[in-house]
């Protein structure tokens, strides 16, 4: 038999099975929130998802693409400030403003890294933060949508997502967590293609990347729009369910990105795991400790140092280094046919380390 015959590539490893099977299951009884549920616990899991979403992308964002930015609530302000305009000027539904709102965020988000992919590090950080402040001042100057103080979603269109409360209050949460469904979803097939195994490697080492002929603006600048266009929808969606809209609050630095940003960390950037377990870390301390006032920042600062320097991966990067556990098939793995030996390896295609050839 040739010695090839003797293996296989496998994407799916015994862990990534079980936490699928884990996820439907989960995801199932999640649907289900509205008859077991009461309103306060659907509206902390909606901000939950939306959260997780939100982490995600900026994980994508910098723990792949290496675009580390301070300035995302830039596209969660544009998404929001869209939806209220679309619905209110155009007439479209709340719904369909959702994606509508991320199509737009995908468009202004062209210019943007134009201007901003010139600079580098720490300017690219600061130069996002700058944009954001522009979009929110620029909101600032709309009168038509309340100016400086903001404006308030009309009756009308409230009522039009559904009759009843009750009905319309789980329609915005179905949306939160089909929105983090396909923000997952989107970044595990990006992370599995091609495009996603050169991201890895531009995130590993820019130089050797460019060397091997990988179009590193290209793929940089892919990353930046498709993270736009995701992160205005989720903006478009948090202030769908508050029903109210104010350059202060859209284009707010530490609820849309210090948070975020503490959440990834802490959870491990680089990782697809990492941002859920962040984000339930995140909310876990918060309805915990919120009531300490700013002993409760304190101790997420904390919290952050420790694991920083206890676990500079993250804690999934700190579980993922001692056991091997990988609950995304991200990874391709050669194995032994049935009757063959019981080697067990890592192929050199893997998404997490990848290796040209």
Known sequence: MNAADQYTVVRFSPASRIA??????VLFGLALAPWWAGRAD?????????????????????????????????????????????????????????????LAGALIAVPVAILIFRLRGAYFAIGTWVI??????????????????????????????ADSRAMREATTYWMALG????VLALVCVLLRSRRGVALTAIRDNELASQSLGIDIWRAKFFVYVVTAALTASVGALIFLQKLRISPDAAFNVNDWTA??????????????????????????????????????????????????????????????E???????????????????????????ENAHEPQAT
């Open 20 to 25: 699928a099977l884990v996820a439907v299951v």
């Open 42 to 102: 659907m509206r902390l899991l909606s901000e939950l998802f939306l959260y997780m979403a939100l982490a995600s992308l900026w994980n994508l964002l910098a723990g792949y693409a290496g675009l580390v930015s301070v300035g995302q609530q830039a596209f969660v302000g544009f998404g929001g400030y869209c939806l209220f305009a679309f619905t209110m000027f155009l007439g479209l539904s709340p719904v369909a403003a959702i994606p509508v709102a991320g």
């Open 132 to 161: 954001a402040e522009v979009f929110r001042l620029g909101a600032a100057q709309v009168s038509a949508l309340g100016g400086g103080s903001g404006t308030s979603l009309p009756v009308s269109i409230v009522r039009s997502i």
């Open 179 to 182: 929105m983090i469904v396909v």
């Open 259 to 320: 948070f975020v940003i503490f959440i990834v960390v802490i959870g491990g950037i680089g990782t697809i795991e990492g941002p859920i377990i962040g984000t339930i870390i995140f909310f876990l301390l918060r309805e915990t400790l919120a009531d300490l006032g700013a002993l409760y920042l304190m101790i997420l600062g904390l919290v952050a140092i420790v694991i920083m320097l206890r676990a500079p991966k993250g804690i999934w990067g700190y579980v993922r």
């Open 322 to 348: 001692r056991t091997g556990l990988d609950l995304f098939a991200l990874s391709r793995r050669i194995v032994t046919r049935p009757g063959g030996g019981r080697r067990d390896s890592e192929s050199k």
